[in-house]
């Protein structure tokens, strides 16, 4: 099984800071912020670990990959967007990976911004269990805050029905950026692309996904940062400086 890692963004919310490094390599307690995503994929043991990137930062992933000491087998896809007008967004990212790769299934995706303490085998059993896409959930226990969330609700652990930050959530259940899709997973992913759905936030594609298939979740609890902000970058240093 692959892994691809989605660190194309530009993180201009965080600028001073994101202007001339990328986001996935601000130090978080003493090492980039990639370092730690890497370190939770350890444990599903990868054949390889894809890097998606844009073009603007490329250099600075190269740099890393080549000092980077570790059990997992690193490759840099670079998109070619160079600023925030061209970039492809986390859908149109895999799309042009999916075929570069001719990625067929099952590949694990994590966001290279999110922090957890999440063992992401408890996925991967899911996905072999079933056989079907894996999608990780976390309750935020707050409907106030779910709010700010794609959220899911579930019945017997698929997922029935997805919003993005919906104005009145009927669950605290929030999509996080780990997904593992099947082989059955990338098919309706490209269909989705070819028909012209949006090519952006993750969360689009969910919420057409699960009319066409089961999709399988799990729920873990813990610490989870998804890091869009200087406040929740603060917030994910302290606590894994802690």
């Known amino acids: 099984m692959d892994s691809i890692v989605l660190a194309g963004g530009f993180a201009k919310r965080m600028w001073p800071l994101t202007k001339n490094t990328p986001k996935q390599l601000l130090d978080v307690a003493g090492k980039p912020m990639l370092t730690h995503v890497l370190k939770s994929l350890e444990r599903i043991n990868p054949e390889r670990v894809i890097v998606s990137v844009n073009s603007f930062f490329a250099t600075n992933f190269e740099n890393y990959i080549k000092n980077y000491v570790g059990p997992l087998n690193l490759e840099l896809f670079v998109e070619s967007s160079n600023n925030e007008e061209e970039k492809l967004g986390a859908l149109g990212a895999l799309n042009l990976l999916f075929s570069e790769y001719s990625i067929k299934g099952p590949v694990f995706i994590a966001g290279g911004d999110n922090l957890s303490n999440f063992d992401l085998n408890q ?67 490209l269909d989705y692309i070819n028909s012209g759905g949006d090519r952006d936030a993750l969360g689009n594609f969910l919420a057409w996904h699960i009319q066409k298939a089961d999709v399988k979740s799990v729920s873990f609890r813990g610490v989870w940062y998804d890091i869009g902000d200087l406040e929740s970058y603060n917030t994910a240093r302290k606590w894994l400086s802690n």
């Open 123 to 189: 996925m991967v059993r899911r996905y072999q269990e079933t056989k079907k896409d894996v999608i990780g959930l976390y309750d935020v226990e707050d409907l106030e805050l779910a709010r700010l969330y794609g959220i899911a609700e579930t019945n017997s652990e698929s997922i029935t029905d997805f919003h993005e930050k919906p104005s009145k959530p009927k669950s605290t259940l929030a999509a996080t950026a780990y997904w593992l899709l099947s082989e059955k997973g990338i098919i309706n992913f």
